[in-house]
């Protein structure tokens, strides 16, 4: 179960969404791109970015994050993702998921949603709001 926090009184606008849809971590497309053109990508990022985008139905795992940047376990992957994740949420100004998962997992949920496998792994589907704001400005 998600447990949303607010991170401050600024972020109005995304308590204004969860009344519509239930999700206050998931941001509009104009809140991702103003948070992609505010924060300096890596190229690991952008391409675990595009990796996730292009994937079939958006969706991917942490594995395969992990091997789209030249790294080995899905561990690495998710958590390389989570900061990632973590820098956008911040940037777009939404407020952090609270879940019974760690911190670097709770943060996919801005940009995604997450199914865990059999293992230590997790399946996620982008949400439709950041492949919106990456096609606009051109990440894929």
Known sequence: ??????????NQRARDVSVITGATHIGQVEDYIRALSAIELSSCERDMLRAHAKAPGREITGLELAETVGHFGCRMGL????RLA???????????????VSDYLAAIFTLADGKQSDGEDWNWVMHEQVAGAMENLGLV
């Open 1 to 10: 179960m998600l447990k949303v926090m607010d991170r401050d009184d600024r």
């Open 86 to 100: 973590a820098k956008i949420s911040t940037a777009a100004g939404l407020p952090i998921c609270q879940t019974d």
């Open 79 to 82: 958590k390389k993702y989570g």
